[in-house]
C-alpha cells in the first residue's frame, strides 16, 4: 500500500515540476502541456485503480483466512 502512496505522491511532484518548467520556458499553455496533463489524469486514474484492486485482494485474502478449516 505504501508503494501506491509514494506513486502518487512522486507523480504529482514530477507534473507540477515538469509543467512549471515548461510554462516558464515556453510563456503559454500550448498542446503540449495540455497533453501532459491529460496523461497525468490519466496515470493518476490508473494508480487508482491498481490501489483499489490491491485493497481489494488484501481483503479478500484476509475473509479467507478468518473462515474455519
Do not use: E, N
Not at 32 to 45: E, F, H, K, Q
Request: glycine share 8%; with cysteine; hydrophobic share 45%.
Amino acid at each position: 500500500m505504501r508503494v501506491y502512496l509514494l506513486f502518487f505522491f512522486t507523480y504529482t511532484l514530477l507534473q507540477l515540476l515538469f509543467a512549471s518548467c515548461y510554462f516558464v520556458l515556453v510563456q503559454h499553455v500550448d498542446l503540449t502541456l495540455v497533453m501532459g496533463t491529460g496523461i497525468y489524469i490519466l496515470g493518476m486514474y490508473r494508480g487508482y485503480l491498481g490501489y483499489r484492486h490491491c485493497r481489494y485482494q488484501k481483503k479478500r485474502r484476509q475473509l479467507l483466512d478468518s473462515l474455519p478449516s
